[in-house]
């Protein structure tokens, strides 16, 4: 095995956790953040190591109470739950338009 396999399995634990906040099961929403909304991650969670992209787009990921969250360089945020209370305490946590938020 080579330099590459680290770098490879690190790329492989982001697809899936990329496609996981964008699943269709109820648990999972989408902001379009203000300024306000884009440091209540940070201040809210745990942000994972993941290495900066080299293209200029910066990605953080965050894990809380039994949610992971994707902070698309300030464009988006997007959560998903372990259960649907689990995303309404996100909800609570970082005030917005949710896409899903009906309450």
């Known amino acids: 095995m080579g330099d590459w396999l ?11 956790l990329s496609e996981s906040p964008q699943a269709d099961e109820g648990i999972c929403d989408f902001l379009d953040p203000d300024d306000d909304s884009l440091e209540l991650p940070e201040a809210n969670s ?12 910066e990605t953080r990921w965050f894990v809380g ?16 739950g372990r259960t649907a209370e689990d995303l309404d305490r996100v909800h609570d ?9 009906d309450r």
């Open 6 to 16: 680290e770098r490879l399995s690190l790329c492989l634990v982001e697809i899936i």
């Open 46 to 57: 745990v942000r994972l190591p993941f290495p900066a992209y080299p293209i200029g787009e």
């Open 93 to 101: 946590l970082i005030p917005g338009d949710w896409l899903n938020d």
């Open 65 to 80: 109470q039994d949610v992971l969250l994707r902070d698309d360089d300030g464009t988006a945020i997007l959560a998903r």
